[in-house]
Nanobody
Framework: QVQLVESGGGLVQAGGSLRLSCAAS????????MGWYRQVPGNQRELLAS????????YYVDSVRGRFTISRDNDKNTAYLEMNSLKPEDTAVYYC???????????WGQGTQVTVSS
């Protein structure tokens, strides 16, 4: 079972930037799509962005497209989320996992808290 550890969150002012990292304990095949998700208390966890391989365009939800960039380093088993022009509504706990049906996902990590002040 792959274990996921997210890091890089913190408190930032609106308009600021953060870079999140997601380290996986095991080898992740490059054909496995990886995604970043976020969850606000009381809401469902939502998929923000996903990446498959260099040949496939990444997916972004409308609310983050143009501001967030997902990337991955298969040699390091790590996924990244570069977040720019942060807004208060981006405040949430951010998680990574693979993309696919819920029953196929790995166990969730602890996530990393992102708080954007206005």
């Amino acid at each position: 079972q792959v274990q996921l550890v997210e890091s890089g969150g913190g408190l930032v002012q609106a308009g600021g930037s953060l870079r999140l990292s997601c380290a996986a304990s095991g080898r992740i095949s490059s054909i496995v799509g990886m995604g970043w998700y976020r969850q606000v208390p009381g809401n469902q966890r939502e998929l923000l962005a996903s990446i498959n391989n260099a040949r496939t365009p990444s997916y972004y939800v409308d609310s983050v497209r143009g501001r967030f960039t997902i990337s991955r380093d298969n040699d390091k088993n790590t996924a990244y989320l570069e977040m720019n022009s942060l807004k208060p509504e981006d405040t949430a706990v951010y998680y990574c996992n693979k993309v696919g049906p819920a029953r196929t996902l790995w166990a969730w990590g602890q996530g990393t808290q992102v708080t954007v002040s206005s």
